[in-house]
């Protein structure tokens, strides 16, 4: 599907379709204080795209399974660089202890562990630090990265990758969050860690595109 940039004029077309269709050329071009000669080509442009449909001695109406299938697929191509978060991070020495205290004060499933350069080292989530925590009665001790996943068993996203591809990996792989990372030159699995998506991210983001100019 391409999506079609509108003109000023075209999004007013479509508001008014949208707010008292059907209705026909002669209205819209009235209450635009226009010709309907005018009015004709942004008719054409909207009704051939898909925004709008036409009956003949009714009117046009608005196509609203054709805007949420815009708004669909302007969804898959977000960019996670435009909607990460700032990761909650600890680092390598950090006790268990000190990271349940962490998870719970941020309110965050998932912790990201760094060393002393900003680059990933591990990823403990809340499933991990409860497993570590059960039967274990020294977990002041008990340092986080004995328990962390390392590199390279981390499932990581690029910020040019898209929402979609993010969303993919979650599913695929059982996450609920992933880091995203930018590479290290010449130093494989060596990635800055620059943010975090999360399926809450993800949700959200699809709710606000899919929202918009509807109410």
């Not at 599907?1 to 209205?27: A, F, H, Y």
């Amino acid at each position: 599907m391409v999506i079609i940039k509108l003109t000023k004029r075209q999004d007013e077309i479509l508001q008014i379709v949208k707010k008292n269709g059907p209705i026909t050329g002669k209205e819209i071009a009235e209450k635009l204080s226009v010709s309907r000669a005018a009015l004709r080509p942004d008719l054409a442009i909207l009704t051939m795209s898909g925004n709008l449909d036409a009956r003949p001695r009714v009117g046009y109406f608005y196509n609203e399974q054709f805007a949420l299938k815009q708004r669909a697929e302007r969804f898959i191509h977000q960019k996670v660089a435009d909607f990460k978060a700032h990761p909650i991070v600890v680092e390598k020495s950090t006790s268990v202890y000190d990271a349940i205290v962490q998870l719970f004060l941020e309110d965050v499933g998932t912790l990201y562990i760094v060393d002393s350069q900003g680059h990933l080292a591990g990823v403990v989530s809340r499933k991990d630090l409860l497993r570590a925590a059960i039967g274990n009665k020294n977990l002041q001790e008990l340092p986080v990265s004995v328990i962390m996943t390392r590199m390279p068993n981390i499932i990581t996203i690029f910020p040019e990758e898209t929402l979609y591809h993010a969303a993919q990996k979650m599913i695929n792989y059982h996450v609920d969050s992933l880091p995203v990372v930018k590479e290290v030159a010449n130093q494989n699995h060596t990635y800055l860690l620059v943010g975090r998506i999360t399926k809450t991210t993800i949700t959200r983001a699809y709710v606000e595109i899919m929202e918009e100019k509807l109410n």
